[in-house]
Structure formats: structure tokens, C-alpha cells
């Protein structure tokens, strides 16, 4: 499965961005997707995913901000992000999972900047 992540950039705090990821290639019916982010010198951490029947699993640091969606139809992901604080800068990597198989997107920065 190859993920194509879009929609990275800079805005000031306060400010919002979308992020979008499409997976092609061989999907399984039942998957997880979602997104997951690094900053420098930081371990990379779970921002939210959500499986193919809507369940999501949200980062406490961005529950009330962010908001993940999925159009399974065409295998992608949304990231709906709200009210930026500079401590979401990060490299955003998008995820594919299902049984015992799982391939990450190449990455987006985030950066949330005045």
C-alpha cells in the first residue's frame, strides 16, 4: 500500500490546516488509518487514527482541535486542524494498518509559527 500525505505548510498559532492522505494499492476491507507526527528531538506519537468503520482514537493534546474523517471509497484520510499551538510543529506521517501489514506516508511538516 503506498500513502501520498498532502496539505502541510505554515500558519501562525491559532490558525488551521487540513491534511489529506490517499492509499492505493492492495486495501484490505477492514484498516486503520490515520496520522502520527514527530518533532525534532522527539519520539514520533500518535495524533488519531480511525479504523474503517469510523471508530477514532485521538491524542489527549489535541482532542477538542483536531478532527480526523475518511472517505473509504477512496481510501483517504482527513485531518481537520483547528486552533494550531506552536507544539504542533512537526513532521505528520500518515498511517495504513490492517492484519499484520502496515506502510507509513513519507511525511508533511507542520509548522505553526508567528
Known amino acids: 500500500v503506498q500513502l501520498q500525505a498532502s496539505g502541510g505548510g505554515l500558519v501562525q498559532p491559532g490558525g488551521s490546516l487540513r491534511l489529506s492522505c490517499a492509499a492505493s494499492g492492495s486495501i484490505s476491507s477492514i484498516n486503520v488509518m490515520g496520522w502520527y507526527r514527530q518533532a525534532p528531538g522527539k519520539q514520533r506519537e500518535l495524533v488519531v487514527v480511525?479504523?474503517?468503520?469510523?471508530?477514532?482514537t485521538y491524542a489527549d493534546s489535541v482532542k477538542g482541535r483536531f478532527t480526523i474523517s475518511r472517505d473509504n471509497p477512496k481510501n483517504t484520510v482527513y485531518l481537520q486542524m483547528n486552533s494550531l499551538k506552536p507544539e504542533d510543529t512537526a513532521v505528520y506521517y500518515c498511517?495504513?494498518?490492517?492484519?499484520?501489514?502496515?506502510?507509513w506516508g513519507q511525511g508533511t511538516q507542520v509548522t505553526v509559527s508567528s
Open positions: 480511525i479504523t474503517t468503520y469510523g471508530s477514532t
Open positions: 498511517k495504513y494498518s490492517t492484519y499484520g501489514y502496515e506502510s
